[in-house]
């Protein structure tokens, strides 16, 4: 308790040496301190051993907490060093820019897909729209002769929603990401290592320490990682001398950047036309374009944000452990 | 709302000190009882007990502490130590932040959820426009001869629907309406379980704590109310006020509006107005289509925006503040540890 209470000591001039949120946190662990050494002459004087037993416990926590406070002050370092490492950042400065970079251009891709499906449902539905009328004096007759098109509506409304889900999905990583680059060092860290001083605010400070991590390492290695796999993935299967040609072949639909949905237009009043046709013909030509769209919105928007996602919640789970608070968070994983 | 730090608690804590007062008049009988009965099982009995009313006793000191310590906190400074600038009241407290972090996220939700119904009911209004396309209108015969064309004496043409295909659109937008809802409603709870809070139920689980710590039996039913109390004063409105300090990135505080170069959605925000279209109709419309689409369509650049959108209220809304709850049972849990007893509250995780 004496060698406790002279290294807490030693620790208060690095209070005074270093920035705000240092000093406030090692004010913090003074005061902890002096309620403990409180406590722990309360637990001598009556005897009490359940009491000496608490001081003594939270001495240990104390101690665990001077290591992380200095090792959040080499984490720093340690953090930039991983987030600035030229094999996760890339052509970026920092893993992090590299992530929103390439989040960024999943959305763009991703919204631009959006206004070609659209352009190809509004010509569909105004093909699968037409009826001709010829009607005289009350009689008369009308005729859908392009209600075949019609079919193709469901599935494009079908593409509509999960290209929404998938922007909704890359950008809601992309503000995590954002929020880690903002936040982590001058607030979410900091404020976790003073809450964490206090045995009552000890959970919320594990949790935020946890959080800060986790968002600034695990979301945006994610999307770096899944990044990766796709750029090995899309070399394996376009220039790699030793992958056959076969695989090649098979994979080039799913690579090539999808092209517009040609939709014939149809004469609504000749039901003796090429009407069938027409719009097997769209739905052929829909099926390959998808193939496209799907590489980009099951693998780039879907497959990285839930990897990164995945990451951080299991990160998130783990350090909250270590942090000496242990939290449930397999409710955030439903989310997704 | 009244603020939480200007609540008069005083029946709480005189509830908290009969109960202290019933706890210890009932411990110091059993004491006598041991000591005249010579049975020293209820004598020790009575002396762990009265360590741990002291424990109780303490903790409600140290709660009621820390209460008052949030209530002087100033966000506004708070803000000015980490180098942010707070765009709540100047004169917030830690509790005065939590709950204008949630109000903040709830106005969010709602804005993205006005421009998502804008958008969803535009395109649907447009699905629904049908047109008739007369036969043989601008020819030289029917201009010379009116009753030729399909739309005289009888009618010939065709039936068309020019803005049918925004079933991608909608289907998009309704995927997004419906996440906006839940957004908002999820915000709207945390700030309801917030206000709960408040008002001192929490507070009310004190007295019951105490007094059923000192029971056989109920020393962890006792201790899961005085978990409870702690971790709802405390550590939920703490975690929403940091979120509250971050107000300026999550929610856009204090306009509350997505915003990006790219695009401005706020002309969205009034629902009495169709900010593409002129009022009034049109002759023209009757034949031209290009002219009927330059008068309705709507622009399909704001999708992207509008998923962005909802992207960012639901973790405004929805992610942080479950984080703040999950951390906050997790503390309940863990306190409720410390006063000797562990309680399996996962049930109420799943809640979440």
């Given at each position: 308790m004496k060698k406790l209470a002279l290294m807490l000591l030693l620790l208060c001039s690095l209070c005074f040496a270093a920035g705000p949120w240092q000093a406030y946190a090692g004010f913090a662990i003074l005061i902890s301190a002096t309620m403990l050494i409180a406590v722990y002459i309360i637990g001598v004087g009556f005897d009490v051993r359940e009491i000496k037993f608490l001081a003594k416990d939270e001495g240990i926590q104390l101690l665990v907490l001077v290591v992380l406070m200095i090792a959040l002050m080499a984490t720093d370092g340690i953090l930039n060093t991983i987030s600035t490492n030229s094999v996760f950042a890339g052509d970026e400065d920092t893993m992090q820019d590299a992530a929103i970079v390439s989040l960024d251009e999943t959305i763009d891709d991703l919204s631009s897909y959006l206004v070609e499906v659209q352009q190809a449902d509004k010509k569909m539905a105004r093909e699968s729209s037409r009826t001709a009328s010829c009607v005289l004096s009350g009689g008369g007759h009308s005729v859908s002769a392009c209600g075949g098109y019609s079919m193709l509506a469901t599935p494009l409304s079908m593409s509509g929603s999960i290209l929404g889900y998938s922007i909704a999905q890359a950008a809601a990583v992309q503000k995590l990401v954002e929020i880690a680059q903002e936040f982590v060092f001058v607030l979410i860290l900091p404020l976790g290592i003073v809450l964490r001083t206090f045995k009552f605010t000890r959970g919320a400070g594990g949790l935020l320490i946890a959080l800060g991590i986790s968002l600034y390492i695990f979301v945006p290695a994610g999307i770096v990682f899944s990044e990766i796999l796709q750029e090995k993935f899309e070399y394996a299967v376009t220039?790699?001398?030793?992958?056959?040609a076969s695989w090649k072949a098979g994979a080039d639909p799913y690579l090539d950047p999808p092209g517009d949905i040609n939709v014939a237009e149809c004469e609504a009043d000749e039901p003796w036309g090429n009407v069938g046709a027409e719009a097997v013909d769209a739905y052929r030509d829909m099926k390959h374009e998808l193939k496209g769209y799907m590489y980009v919105f099951m693998v780039k928007a879907t497959l990285g944000p839930i990897l990164s996602l995945l990451m951080f919640i299991g990160g998130l789970r783990a350090m909250t452990a270590l942090f000496g608070a242990p939290v449930d968070v397999s409710a955030l994983a439903r989310f997704f | 709302m009244a603020d939480m730090c200007s609540i008069d608690f005083t029946t709480v804590y005189m509830l908290a000190a009969y109960a202290s007062v019933i706890t210890a008049a009932v411990i110091g009988i059993s004491y006598m009882v041991g000591n005249f009965t010579k049975n020293p099982k209820v004598s020790v009995w009575a002396k762990t007990e009265a360590i741990q009313l002291v424990v109780s006793v303490i903790s409600v000191i140290i709660l009621v502490f820390i209460m008052n310590a949030f209530c002087l906190i100033n966000m506004n400074a708070l803000s000015e130590l980490f180098g942010f600038t707070y765009t709540g009241s100047s004169s917030a407290s830690i509790y005065g932040g939590a709950e204008h972090y949630l109000e903040g996220a709830a106005k969010f939700s709602h804005n993205s959820l006005t421009v998502t119904r804008y958008h969803l009911k535009g395109f649907t209004v447009l699905a629904y426009i049908g047109m008739f396309e007369c036969d043989g209108v601008g020819s030289a015969a029917a201009l010379a001869f009116p009753f030729l064309s399909g739309c005289m004496y009888g009618y010939s043409g065709e039936n068309i629907a020019p803005f049918g295909g925004y079933g991608a659109v909608n289907g998009m937008l309704t995927a997004m309406f419906n996440a906006n809802i839940m957004s908002y409603i999820m915000s709207l709870n945390y700030l309801f379980i917030l206000r709960y809070v408040y008002y001192g139920f929490v507070l009310f689980l004190l007295p019951i704590g105490i007094f059923a710590r000192s029971l056989p039996y109920l020393r962890g039913f006792g201790s899961v109310f005085i978990a409870m109390a702690i971790s709802f004063m405390l550590v939920y409105p703490l975690i929403l006020a940091v979120f509250d300090l971050m107000g300026a990135v999550l929610?856009?505080?204090?306009?509350f509006m997505y915003y990006d170069p790219g695009t401005d959605l706020r002309p969205y925000l009034d629902e009495s107005v169709y900010p593409e279209t002129s009022s009034g109709a049109s002759f023209a419309m009757m034949f031209d289509r290009e002219y009927l689409r330059d008068k309705y369509d709507l622009e399909v650049s704001n999708l992207k925006y509008i998923a962005m959108f909802s992207a960012h209220s639901f973790i405004a809304g929805v992610f942080l503040p479950s984080v703040a709850l999950l951390g906050t049972i997790a503390s309940a849990v863990y306190i409720s540890r410390l006063y000797g007893e562990e309680i399996d509250l996962s049930r109420i995780m799943q809640m979440v």
């Open positions: 220039t790699d001398p030793e992958t056959p | 929610i856009n505080s204090p306009n």
